[in-house]
């Protein structure tokens, strides 16, 4: 299984500001997924990424809100862009490999915007 | 488009009982399903994934199956502890990687 980091674990914003999240394993991974996780909801898949291609989002949203890098195998960045209130929310990172299916996750981000 | 759904929302239970959580999805073409854990504010645990090839796994206290004609998963947990308090979620996977979640049981195990 994969270990997976997340920094930072939490975060208190202002609303109209911006907010990146970093996403590390300890293995080089080809899929990681980033979610969201509404308060008292289940988890929303926000968005695919791939190392050398753009993220594919889902329905919902947009790269000009959440933006996304994948610089390597092992690294992946979420920005919370132009944030407000409704942004509050726990962000998760995850991997998984194309035909395991299995899939691990980070232990989040827990972001609030006042 | 799939959708998976879970019952109860809720459930407390005393210590020692055996309990079973239901899962259901509406596209029977899954291509994997999972079982998580999550405590408050936390990430989510992996507990079991039954492959569209499998009918059921088993860790510890815990055992999953798969009913893909019924479109049900159950997770049976076998001498509930209060440390199995916690939020347990299904995802289930139609034959690409993305998960699709459910909304989850929150379970509490009183001492």
């Known amino acids: 299984s994969a270990v997976i980091s997340q920094k930072p674990s939490r975060d208190i914003c202002q609303r109209g500001t911006s907010l990146t999240i970093q996403c590390q394993v300890d293995?080089?991974?080809?899929?990681m997924f980033w979610y969201r996780q509404q308060p008292g909801q289940s988890l929303t898949l926000i968005a695919t990424a791939n190392q050398g291609s753009e993220a594919t989002y889902e329905s919902g949203f947009v790269i000009d809100k959440f933006p996304i890098s994948r610089p390597n195998l092992t690294f992946s960045t979420l920005t919370v862009s132009n944030m407000s209130p409704e942004d509050s929310s726990i962000y998760l990172c995850?991997?998984?490999?194309?035909?395991?299916?299995?899939?691990?996750f980070g232990p989040g981000t827990r972001l609030t915007v006042t | 488009k799939q959708e998976v759904t879970q019952i109860p929302a809720a459930l407390s239970v005393p210590e020692g009982e055996n309990l079973v959580l239901n899962c259901s999805f509406t596209?029977?073409?899954?291509?994997?399903l999972q079982w998580f854990r999550q405590d408050p504010g936390k990430g989510l645990t992996s507990l079991l994934l039954i492959q569209s090839s499998q009918r059921e796994q088993t860790s510890g206290r815990l055992n999953a199956s798969l009913d893909k004609s019924s479109g049900r998963s159950t997770l049976y947990i076998a001498a509930s502890q209060p440390g199995d308090s916690a939020t347990y979620l299904c995802a289930a996977t139609s034959g690409t990687y993305k998960y699709i979640f459910g909304t989850g049981t929150r379970l509490k195990v009183l001492a």
């Open positions: 995850s991997v998984g490999e194309i035909g395991l299916g299995e899939q691990y």
């Open positions: 596209d029977s073409a899954i291509y994997n």
């Open positions: 293995s080089q991974v080809t899929m």
